[in-house]
């Protein structure tokens, strides 16, 4: 079993930056490729961004990319979502997920371990 757990949410303006943290514990996340979710109110869950296990392979919502970056470093067990460039749209609560393939995935249910989320709120 992993838990997963993010943190470094928070209000900004629009423009504005954030970096969200994802730290595993448990097991090592090291085998596991991870990925970026966000939901926000009134609105189904949807994919913001993925990475491989080693982090050679990245996946981005075309909503995000450009702004968005992903990134992960295995020797401290914690996944990165660096969030630059925020628009009002990007308001949700976003999620850390992790799963047992090597590669980036998209797809919410081949996901098999899931944070609580974190809230971020941008303000225009």
């Known amino acids: 079993q992993i838990q997963l757990e993010e943190s470094g949410g928070g209000l900004v303006q629009a423009g504005g930056s954030l970096r969200l943290s994802c730290v595993a514990s448990?097991?090592?996340?090291?085998?596991?490729?991870m990925g970026w979710f966000r939901q926000a109110p009134g609105k189904e869950r949807e994919f913001v961004a993925a990475i491989s296990w080693i982090g050679r392979s990245v996946s981005y919502a075309d909503s995000v990319k450009g702004r968005f970056t992903i990134s992960r470093d295995n020797a401290k067990n914690t996944g990165y979502l660096q969030m630059n460039s925020l628009k009002p749209e990007d308001t949700a609560v976003y999620y850390c997920?992790?799963?047992?393939?090597?590669?980036?995935?998209?797809?919410?249910?081949?996901?098999?371990?899931w944070g609580q989320g974190t809230q971020v709120t941008v303000s225009s």
């Open positions: 448990g097991r090592t996340i090291s085998s596991y490729a």
């Open positions: 997920a992790a799963h047992r393939n090597i590669a980036p995935i998209r797809t919410e249910s081949e996901y098999d371990y």
